[in-house]
């Protein structure tokens, strides 16, 4: 499983906006957490596969935490390529986190993405 961890500087008051963008045109859900708390989660077909715009809430109240966000891709197209990019929105500022793996015909791929905001 793909796995990265990054860590996220915040100031108090800056609003943290988060999309989850399933690339390579492959089908594919996610669920994201906040410390144990899940606070969504979207499947191919049902919710849409992509989560956007996500608001995480002020700075002040995210530094220490820690954001993990576990995404499947079902590797369906003929590319046999799957990716996932975090965008961290920080008012203007983005930040991105892509990751991604060749594939097989007809798997899935899992990734892991943990940010600590500090």
Same mark, same amino acid.
């Given at each position: 499983?793909?796995? @990265?961890?990054?860590?996220?500087?915040?100031?108090?008051?800056?609003?943290?906006?988060?999309? #989850?963008? %399933?690339?390579?045109? =492959?089908?594919?859900?996610?669920?994201?957490?906040?410390?144990?708390?899940? %606070?969504? /989660?979207? !499947?191919?077909?049902?919710?849409?596969?992509?989560?956007?715009?996500?608001?995480?809430?002020?700075?002040?109240?995210? @530094?220490?935490?820690?954001?993990? %966000?576990?995404?499947?891709?079902?590797?369906? @197209? !003929?590319?046999?390529?799957?990716?996932?990019?975090?965008?961290? /929105?920080?008012?203007? #500022? !983005?930040?991105?986190?892509? =990751?991604?793996?060749?594939?097989?015909?007809?798997?899935? #791929?899992?990734?892991?993405?943990?940010? !600590?905001?500090?």
């Amino acid at each position: 499983m793909p796995s @990265r961890f990054e860590k996220y500087t915040v100031t108090d008051d800056s609003s943290i906006v988060l999309d #989850v963008l %399933i690339g390579e045109a =492959q089908p594919g859900g996610t669920t994201v957490f906040l410390g144990t708390n899940e %606070i969504a /989660h979207t !499947e191919p077909g049902k919710s849409g596969m992509n989560v956007k715009g996500l608001d995480l809430g002020k700075g002040a109240n995210l @530094r220490g935490k820690l954001l993990a %966000i576990s995404t499947d891709v079902l590797d369906l @197209r !003929e590319t046999d390529k799957a990716s996932v990019t975090i965008v961290l /929105h920080d008012g203007p #500022v !983005e930040t991105n986190v892509t =990751q991604s793996k060749d594939g097989s015909p007809f798997t899935s #791929v899992n990734f892991l993405t943990v940010i !600590e905001f500090i």
